[in-house]
């Protein structure tokens, strides 16, 4: 588990722009659990963070200095240059300027960016969930589930959502879940044999654990795991002991692991099917913002003792 | 771990034929791990046997006398009821007459039947292993696994096995298999990397457990496991510890179990293949054959202790 002292806030000057630059003044950051997995020297789908460098992630920005066409000042882009108030964007940043669908801007960091595509691409391609499916997603309440507990109400499927305490539950159940269990309040095995007495289709698993193990225990056959976090692993770095794992052979289980960026090409699809949702009210999100900068190490750490309800941001 | 007094002999009085039937003489009978998991009373893909009526399974045996004008006296069948010297074969017993391919009539009980099949469609359809790829195969001088080494030679791919031994593991590279690693002499986890530095794309699971993990943790971008059989787990029931399951989002993994009779429209398709590289000496088979009927228990229970070189087997 990281602590403040992993962090340093520091000053840097203000360099000139070169040719095919833009000064953006960030207006939200992002906090997401990957990041964590960035504090390790590992080789992994997004490389480590360097100690001593800045450290980077998704942010909204608006640019107010360009040399670069394509950027004028005013236009509001979403980058990877986060973790910082003011970011110089090159070529060498991921960026994009945001069109005119009249989301609010921290939308891109959630129901139209990471979190949001997340759900979509896991539930609808990863696990192939269709209309009729009993859906099991765990951290129901978090930026990840909460997505995934709406677009699986809007294609017809039934949803058991896992939440931590009896205020996270009833947003979950607000949001259209047939049924939440609360973790916290029981062993998760038996909630949810007696929320999905005939067993579970699909499990959108964010956690891990005792929770991906009671799905093993309940799949039904042909069922289909999309495994997008393990949040209780990231710090810890431990083993999982899965007693129903065996399951996987009679129910021929398929479990599949993925990240957001594996669907670039899909992404048009996603934002214009998430737009119209969010933009008709069926698709909604709660945050937790924090403010300024200062706050941004508390933010992150909160992610991991289950501070945040929705999608976790930081606004300058 | 069932022992000998799990089972009984038992004499049974020949019943009259009736329209439709023929009785079969057995020649060959087979013994399987799956049948272990049709000694517990729970649901599954096939029914459990039931305490004091003949257990059953994959034989083969000459009609000796018939009332059903498809089979005529002398034809030899493949059929599930096997456990018996003596069967009558009704309407609702699986059978097929066998198509004079030239094979020994064992071979329908292994690489051209459940094994050989098993291994087939695991690594080719489950698997979706293609030239080039690295495979891992455990329980590799075992039945299905040894036809996994020459299948995925035959098709072009780098195979590394795991065995118990010196002596198996040589057998395993006499069939083709680039490297295979003892797991009685050291560390699965070890070994394997140094056998595939670059790790693996394919794991073709008869084990579960230790080797599991190692595929977990060698497993490269895009990985799959075709997950066929745990007999480690099969008489414990106990649960299964894993270090590396977490790659399963980095690394994208995607891991599904199966059964052979997953595949039954495809088994036309297989025969074919199979039945011409079993002609030509390119898949061959080692069997373990134990003599006469009061052996069965012997060779079904000694396929939990590793005392089976490739495919075990009862001759009549």
Known sequence: MPTIDNFELKALPDAPLAEGQARVRN??????????????????????????????????GEVIESRNPAYAVGNKLLHMAGWRDEAVIGAETMAQKLPALGVPDEAWLHNLGLTGGTAYFGLLRVAEAKAGDVVFVSAAAGAVGSAVVQIAKLKGMTVIGSAGGAAKCAWVRELGAD????????????????????????????????????AFALARQNARFAICGMIDRYNDGGALTLKYLIRTIPARIRMQGFIYTDFLSEMPAFVQEMAGWVLAGKVTARTTVHDGLDSMVDAFLGLFSGANTGKMLVKL
Not at 36 to 59: E, L, W
Not at 184 to 203: R, S
């Open 179 to 214: 049924a939440c269990i609360d973790y916290k309040a029981g062993d998760v095995l038996d909630q949810l044999t007696a929320a999905a007495p005939k067993g579970i289709d699909v499990y959108f698993d964010n956690v891990g654990g005792e929770h991906l193990d009671a």
């Open 27 to 60: 207006l939200w950051l992002s906090v997401d659990p990957y990041m964590r997995g960035r504090m390790n020297d590992v080789k992994s789908y997004v490389p480590p963070f360097q100690i001593g460098a800045p450290m980077d992630g998704g942010a909204v």
